[in-house]
């Protein structure tokens, strides 16, 4: 007769949900849950800064859980087809921002640009191609940010990104998403190019909600 036990001596099926360790993965995902709550207002600069500490050292889900416990994480939507732009209704060909401070965010279906340039001098800086209107093969995007900041690209299979003419100062580059596969037509391709100064860049699939996090699931 088997003993299903691990090696510190607790059966598997013991070990509850809340006591599972946590990868790094997992701990990046509670920090932008934490950094999007303050940036719409919900946590205060001090608030978000504890609680990113205690994030960055957690070891469990249930750590990370409490941490976000009180914030509203919105279900992520269900996979829908890129959409087209309308027959004879032609796509932008070039959207020029320049904001300072606060966030910039596009969700939902934002029409895509050929080409995008974006200038945020003291904020974040967030995408999210998911459900955007395309209507051009390719995005040319051309990134400045400075005084900190992060550039958040979320997308879904199908859309490639490419940052190898993308300069990151003191922040990280960080792509979460697997390389596409020989079969999977790829309907964009965004070619990332400019200089993030002193936030971190991350290429994502859509965010799990708290219930698809704690039982190991993915968002798509």
């Known amino acids: ?10 059966r598997a099926g013991d070990v509850s949900a809340g006591d599972i360790r946590a990868s790094h993965a997992d701990r990046d995902e509670v920090v932008e849950i934490l950094r999007d709550a303050a940036a719409d207002g919900r946590l205060t600069a001090e608030e978000l800064d504890e609680r990113l ?20 994480v919105a279900p992520v939507p269900a996979p829908v087809p890129v959409r087209r732009a309308e027959p004879g209704r032609p796509g932008k060909d070039v959207v020029e921002i320049n904001q300072r401070f606060g966030t910039l965010r596009r969700i939902g279906p934002w029409e895509v640009p050929r080409r995008l340039d974006i200038r945020m001098h003291g904020g974040d800086v ?15 995007l051309d990134v400045y940010l400075s005084i900190g900041g992060d550039l958040i690209i979320v997308v879904r299979p199908g859309i490639v990104v490419a940052t190898h003419d993308l300069a990151v100062g003191v922040g990280d580059l960080k792509v979460r998403v697997p390389k596409p596969g020989w079969n999977e037509p790829v309907e964009l391709r965004v070619n990332v190019s400019g200089r993030v100064r002193g936030g ?21």
């Not at 007769?1 to 607790?10: A, W, Y």
């Open 53 to 72: 500490a205690l994030a960055l050292n957690a070891r469990t889900f249930g750590e990370l859980a409490e941490l976000t416990r009180d914030l509203p």
């Open 1 to 10: 007769m088997t003993d299903d036990r691990s090696s510190s001596g607790h």
């Open 126 to 140: 967030k995408l999210d191609f998911t459900q955007a209107v395309i209507s051009h093969a390719t995005l040319d």
């Open 200 to 220: 971190d860049v991350v290429v994502r699939y859509p965010r799990r909600t708290l219930g698809q996090w704690m039982r190991g699931e993915s968002a798509l």
